[in-house]
């Protein structure tokens, strides 16, 4: 076995960046719903208003992985 | 208008979204036929409608899921969050791999679409008086 090449990367970098602009946004858009949970549970007479709240974290959220997403386009593989 | 209750709020954010998102599919087909003709006006055309699909969907399943229990609201929006992100990934995929698709004018009608679209959410939702309680 050739000890100099075991830290070698084989495959494409780009899987990592899917990956990558994937799990930002799905710990963002999860701390979003876990607050809304809780406060829904708090006070479910507010579950209407915190529910359009929520649809707006997520949706600023969620920009981050549309754009992550897209960046292949605009830098391309080496 | 004064927006009485999240049903309204979702209509005219879908509404004014679409729209915004029609005049960037316009200008931005302009500018890439522009730039790289025929391809540039395709991958304007695709990014923006990409866009309208994948930013409504969100309102769609917030809209959709107000009216079941709280667990059905909650499996109904990550749910629908799950599947968009799977799809656009796939899609990205694919289309990284098209030879009609200019990279470039792809990218930025995403991001100019995605971008305006979460402007008009911010606006429309700040404008909105939402009453505590509705049934």
């Known amino acids: 076995m050739d000890v100099n090449n075991t830290a070698a990367l084989v495959g494409n970098l780009a899987v990592v960046g899917y990956g990558l602009a994937a799990v930002g946004p799905g710990i963002g858009v999860g701390l979003v719903v876990s607050k809304t949970i ?37 830098f391309p593989a080496a | 208008m004064t927006i009485a209750t999240t049903g309204q709020v979702f209509t005219r954010v879908l509404k004014l979204g679409a729209l915004l998102i029609a005049a960037i599919a316009v200008l931005g087909g302009a500018i890439g036929y522009a730039v790289a003709g025929q391809n540039g006006l395709v991958s304007a055309l695709i990014g923006s ?67 305006g679209a979460l402007a008009i959410d911010a606006v429309v939702v700040m404008r909105s008086r939402i009453p505590t309680y509705q049934k």
């Open chain 2, 49 to 115: 409608g990409l866009a309208l699909l994948f930013v409504s969907m969100t309102a769609l399943s917030v809209q959709l899921g107000a009216k079941l229990p709280l667990a059905g609201f909650f499996g109904v929006v990550m749910g629908g969050w799950l599947l968009k992100l799977v799809g656009f990934i796939i899609t990205m995929a694919l289309l990284k791999s098209a030879d009609f698709i200019n990279g470039p004018v792809l990218f930025f009608t995403i991001v100019a679409s995605v971008l």
């Open chain 1, 38 to 74: 809780e406060s829904i549970a708090r006070q479910p007479e507010l579950a209407a208003r915190l529910q359009v709240t929520m649809w707006l974290g997520i949706a600023f959220t969620e920009a981050l992985a549309l754009i992550g997403l897209a960046t292949p386009f605009i």
